[in-house]
């Protein structure tokens, strides 16, 4: 099984009653994310569950009991639903092509959230973004674009979408849509980046990630990748969490500590 390694797209997460806005220290005029109102009985799974190991890395809570549906397969769709998902597939292609570069998502005023991932690309995020709701998708409007490095050359090769939504949402038309969570995620703000200074879904307490300058998100919200990108189709599936041609720039999967590496 290919290992999956964590990259940071929509910043929400639960806080418990009440939603949050996270600002850049650096730009108080830009919200980066949104916090969701959900806490985790409420989403109908428990906190924390028994850890996966994968490729060495120890995953733990919502992502390892998110894990299971990820990786169940495609089932057929009837005629509704197809043509449903094509027109959707469309618009996020359209979308996509916005900023074909990360000089152009830049440029935009996008940012850059955490590094290059192999396997997941390197995320760059905006505030407000429309995220998906209970029902439905606004295929054309992602709050995150992928590229296959962070280099001002660096090429488009997928889009994210996120939702605050209980449990996991309808999103695009059919049931292949496979939306995940993280845990557990420790963010800073630095010089106008976002920057991850642990492991995504590990046992990192409030604490350490304090003593780092950062904030611990307890629960993300749901997030799902979409391969959309011409050439850059994912050999799992348009909606797979990972991508198994996305690589480090020496073609491998090896990462630092933290799960990234040199992309293009």
Known sequence: MVARWFSVGLLGFVVGAGAILLFDSNDTTRPVSFASAITPSESGHAGHSAPVVENGQVITGVKAQDIAAEDLPDQPLDQASREL??????AARQAAARYPTVADVVDAGWKLAGGFSPLSG???????????GAT??????????????TSPNA?????????????APEGFAGPNDH???????CIRFSAGAIEVPFPADAEVTAK?????????????TWMVHAW??????????VFSHNHGNLRCADGTITTDKIGFCLGV
Do not use: F, K
């Open 85 to 90: 998902l094509a027109s959707q597939l469309v």
């Open 122 to 132: 390197a995320h760059y995020v905006s505030g407000p973004a429309p995220l998906t």
């Open 136 to 149: 439905g998708i606004d295929a054309g409007h992602p709050d995150t674009y992928i590229y296959d490095g």
């Open 155 to 167: 090429h488009i090769v997928g889009l994210m979408y996120n939702s605050m939504s209980v449990a």
């Open 179 to 185: 939306w995940h969570r993280h845990s557990n995620v």
């Open 208 to 220: 350490q990630c304090a003593g780092q300058g950062g904030r611990l998100m307890p629960i993300t």
């Open 228 to 237: 959309v990108v011409p050439g850059w189709e994912s050999p799992d599936g």
